[in-house]
């Protein structure tokens, strides 16, 4: 099992943007699937974005375009990097590696 800790949440205006962090508690191979979801009030966790067993990245489509998802294996951490930023995007992001899950980081898009 490993412990995930997400960061770089917070309040922006629309059009803006944020990097969202997930730092891993111990060493993270890049052939283990790395993800990062979100959950709106009232509505279920969706996945955002994706980097499959083989390398593969995928992304919802609403965020296509905007959002980008990378590793640093060297530091144990992946990110989201997400432009453009819309208040549909408003919602608490989590990080997934396997089968484990990071706490929550607050996004939150608004004027």
């Known amino acids: 099992q490993v412990q995930l800790v997400e960061s770089g949440g917070g309040l922006v205006q629309p059009g803006g943007s944020l990097r969202l962090s997930c730092a891993a508690s111990?060493?993270?191979?890049?052939?283990?699937?790395m993800g990062w979801y979100r959950q709106a009030p009232g509505k279920e966790r969706e996945l955002v974005a994706i980097?499959?067993?083989?390398?593969?990245?995928d992304y919802a489509d609403s965020v296509k375009g905007r959002f980008a998802i990378s590793t640093d294996i060297a530091k144990n951490t992946f990110y989201l990097q997400m432009n453009s930023l819309k208040p549909e995007d408003t919602a608490v992001y989590y990080c997934?590696?396997?089968?484990?899950w990071g706490q929550g980081t607050q996004v939150t898009v608004s004027s």
């Open positions: 111990r060493s993270i191979f890049s052939i283990n699937v």
């Open positions: 980097i499959g067993r083989d390398g593969n990245i």
């Open positions: 997934k590696y396997n089968l484990d």
